[in-house]
């Protein structure tokens, strides 16, 4: 174990201190309810999320000034940033961060870069071909929260597939600071990714501008990207008005599996690392060995004193559960009802237990892979589905971006195979004009072939 | 022309007499406003709805049966179909329909076979391996409408790939007729495809059923299927309970365009087809020739007199829109404008004017690629977005059916190679936990380099 190697660790508190909710082998009919999340009350804000939507719908670029004004308490005269802005950003970013964030940017980009299909002709019959081809949707908006830290890394998670899938438009909307406008990483991240169209614009009025449109914003046909509470049920909103979105979002969870064989350090500081994120985090940690889980807890206590964001850390460790269980079978299993959105194998199987994943968001498999490589640089995309949707929902790719359209085109000879067997099918089904819409090609197909 | 070859055809109303709207070179901007749809008032349901979902959540199938009385007015003592009613079933379809739903069947299997993505590992950097792996949704619901016609394809189009997909659990809900029974065409068209879970469920209590699950349905994660504004709203309100769904659903359309090589009597043929599924279906027809809309118009209202389903079809091309414009060019600026459900391109250059398409569900290229072939039998899938959903979402198939999960393994190498720069972005969004992720293990891999 090397905790104690860990620069500037000095024991601080007792994790006697830190309330979790340790679950002992609990038997299987107890699953459902352990693996419950918290219910969002997303029904509670519809009236003023609502109302704000409504607002801006009718009042466009006044009414995005106006509730940035009431919300992020500043003024912003230009929503726009503008290329002045852009350049002043980029001075200010120290060159070693700058070549971190390429290097995420190229890895993210080799990843993604081998998503798109492509399209293959499939003669289902002679004469019959059918394909599909992907195509970009044209118009995306990208929403990256604000609030307690500059979230460049989400930029470049949604960025760059819309890049990649060759989307005509991409704006992207970001809540200016206190003093009006974003915080430099953000737009040195979207200058890397080429995007040009960024506003000064946060919370439901952002949602609102981009389903509507405004003078300054463009409207768009699916918009991405996480939020708070208020941002959520304004993406859940914006669907009746004919917007897509990435997926129904939640607060961010890891579900850890950890054997004899894990390091208690290394997991605690994925625990961490997930629970830091907000109070309503979500960390789910199963355990085959007593004592891995006892020292995990000590090792959880001790790295949280350190952590600067430790209140946050705490109160999410206070909603979390540890469970014991009694072997591998059983841990995957129960990871699987849980369906995280991060999973970390900590164990001497990991990749013969990563071949059981039924339901993740995205799994980290090895004592070498901590979720945060993937949150940030590995290469995989970290907007994933949270709230147990990861049991039918993918995570952000390029398929996101992209429509599959199919495509069909017949010849006389593959209508002649094909058509009397439609005509039945669709006489069964009491569809007469079905019938006849082949009926007439085939009789025209039988008058040319007596001339 | 071939129309006066259609079998049985007898001119019988005059096309006068069919009132449709036709727009002569309709400026640029009144194109938004041609190409809306008539919004569906789901809200004014939602009370209704909601109310059935809650009692179905509460009683289950105590509910379920009330409601199938009080709704399709009969009494059935168990939902499931029983292998006895299948058996029975089975024996009423002539043989040479069965053999078309089987030739369906192998097509649309043919196709959907080719989609599922193979396993590529990406190497990011040194000892950075990253891949994606689709993993079936383990179970979903597939809702069959009943009402005017069996549609039994529909049953073949959302089941086959699923079971292509490897879905554990899939089961069926379709309303039951006067007699308590499916109609035996859907019963043999699951039989086909291996599928034995068949509810006699219908309306928005089948998808309260597979939201909630009750002693005899299974609660599913995917809802699949069209149907009324009832279905549609059930299914919209379900996802408040954490159901996902295929997409949004609206009233089938389709759109045309025709210029002086189409064949007025085929393309006729082709709007009446999708006229005839119900008042509410939609068809924008855009021509680049005055002579071939006139024969168009005419053709109409010759095919029409013949059709059973004529009042179905009168009453939706009152609803319709043909548009002239001045060249192909413009005719496919309009059709993506307007992202129809079915494209069908009647014309010269189809092949070339396909590569046009951005906004479409499934398009048909040519004269002798009528919608019905794709509807039925030629591979590609039906269940397509509807109602201007085409600019953001894709029609079903196997991907509709699987997550695709995100892998990741690094080796302690990989991990010095991209540590120092995750460190660096974690930090510089103020998330220390996110960077002790990594701290503590490459202070381990220190160690063990200097053992």
């Not at 993604?112 to 499939?122: G, Y």
């Amino acid at each position: 174990m090397v905790a104690v190697g860990l620069e500037g660790l000095r024991l601080i508190a007792s994790y006697k201190n830190i309330h979790m909710q340790v679950l002992r082998y609990p038997e299987k009919a107890s699953w459902e309810i352990i693996c419950r999340r918290p219910v969002m009350d997303l029904p509670s804000l519809e009236t003023s999320v609502e109302k704000i939507l409504q607002e801006v719908s009718e009042k466009g670029d006044q009414a995005l000034k106006e509730f940035t004004l009431k919300f992020d308490n500043v003024i912003v005269n230009d929503l726009e940033v503008s290329p002045g802005e852009m350049d002043e950003a980029l001075k200010l970013i120290p060159s070693d961060l700058k070549n971190a964030i390429l290097l995420a940017k190229q890895n993210v980009e080799k990843f993604h870069s081998a998503q798109p299909e492509q399209i293959r002709i499939i003669e289902t019959m002679p004469g019959i071909r059918c394909w599909r081809k992907s195509v970009a949707i044209e118009k995306v908006g990208l929403y990256i929260p604000g609030g307690t830290a500059p979230l460049f890394s989400t930029l470049l998670m949604l960025a760059i597939p819309a890049v990649i899938a060759g989307c005509r438009e991409i704006v992207i909307c970001s809540p200016p600071g206190k003093d009006g406008k974003l915080h430099p990483a953000i737009l040195y991240a979207a200058h890397l990714t080429g995007i040009t169209r960024i506003f000064k614009l946060g919370g439901v009025q952002a949602i609102a501008a981009m389903t509507f449109g405004t003078h300054s914003v463009p409207r768009v046909f699916k918009i991405f990207g996480p939020g708070n509470q208020y941002v959520t049920c304004a993406k859940q909103l914006a669907q009746r008005y004919g917007v897509a979105i990435d997926m129904p979002a939640g607060p961010s969870e890891v579900g850890v599996f950890a054997d004899d064989t894990a390091d208690p350090a290394f997991v605690a500081a994925d625990l961490l690392s997930q629970a830091e994120h907000g109070p309503d985090s979500q960390v789910f940690f199963v355990c085959s060995s007593e004592q891995v889980l006892e020292n995990v807890q000590q090792q959880l206590a001790i790295q949280l004193g350190l952590l600067p964001r430790r209140n946050f850390a705490a109160k999410s460790l206070e909603n979390s559960t540890l469970v014991l269980v009694n072997n591998e079978q059983e841990a995957m299993e129960l990871l699987n009802e849980y369906a995280p959105e991060h999973l970390i194998l900590s164990c001497k199987n990991a990749s013969a237990l990563a071949e059981l994943v039924v339901n993740a968001g995205s799994v980290f498999i090895g004592n070498y892979s901590p979720e945060s490589v993937g949150d940030y640089a590995s290469g995989t995309n970290h907007t994933l589905p949270t709230n147990g949707h990861a049991r039918a929902y993918s995570g952000v790719s390029v398929d996101s971006f992209v429509k599959k359209i199919t495509f069909q085109q017949l010849t006389p000879e593959g209508l002649k195979n094909i058509g009397p067997s439609v005509e039945l099918m669709a006489a069964a089904e009491g569809l007469q004009g079905h019938k006849n819409a082949v009926s007439i090609r085939l009789a025209q197909v039988s008058l040319d072939e007596n001339i």
